[in-house]
């Protein structure tokens, strides 16, 4: 679904690809995992943008321990609007997750997994759907996570993967930041699946599977079968490095 990307822009073109007033102080990263503090960016009710870390692996408001967050990475549009743990989020804590890629993948037999990397053709930025949340600690602090939303895979990724990070592209983003939109169910439509020449994908390198490795080797391809080969996605996969279901 999504349990790894990269933000390799420069703070510069962030700022203009998210429209923002301020650039922010970001450094390429090519390996971002659940547990670290992620990028999302919100709007306020005059519609100016703000870019703020919050930690990946949303952590409820009714949540009785924080580790909670590890298994909420990512939350099903589908339901995202019914479950306790994101339905708030989904009224009012909506954001932007700014990515150049992510990472998913597939077996290559014998319980081996093969990470491949998706990007848009001219490796430019785009936006993942997010949900965010507050969470009070023991020492009275707060808290912040997100959550990445999903939807079912496209055509060109489903042989990779059944589900896929959604894409809110440019036209549809100020509906999705505007906190006055509290209705769930008029923003159904942003939950399609990206065209299917919107992304690409090749193999690369299993140094991605360790969070420590986070350098530009992370996305150089595994083999010279080029981006979005057949050799490449014959086999399907529901799990991520671990195993873990996503």
Known sequence: MCGRFTLTASPEEIECAFELDETPDLRPR???????FIAT?????EGRRCLEMR????????AKDEKIGSRMINARSETAAEKPSFR??????????????????TSAGAGAKQPNWIARPDRGCF????????????DE??????????????????????????LIEVAGRDRWLDPSMTDASALMDLFEPSADDALEYWAVSRRVNRPEHDDPDCIEPASESGPGSESESESEADSGPDGSLF
């Open 30 to 36: 090519f390996n971002v995992a659940p547990g670290q």
């Open 41 to 45: 960016i919100t709007a306020d009710a």
């Open 55 to 62: 930690r990946w692996g949303l952590v409820p408001s009714w």
């Open 88 to 105: 708030e989020a989904m009224r009012k804590r909506r954001c932007l997750v700014p990515v150049d890629g992510f990472y998913e993948w």
């Open 127 to 138: 936006a993942i759907a997010g949900l965010w949340e507050r969470w009070k600690t023991k």
């Open 141 to 166: 602090a707060w808290l912040e996570t997100c959550t990445l939303l999903t939807t079912r895979a496209s055509d060109r990724l489903k042989v990779i993967h059944h589900r896929m990070p959604i």
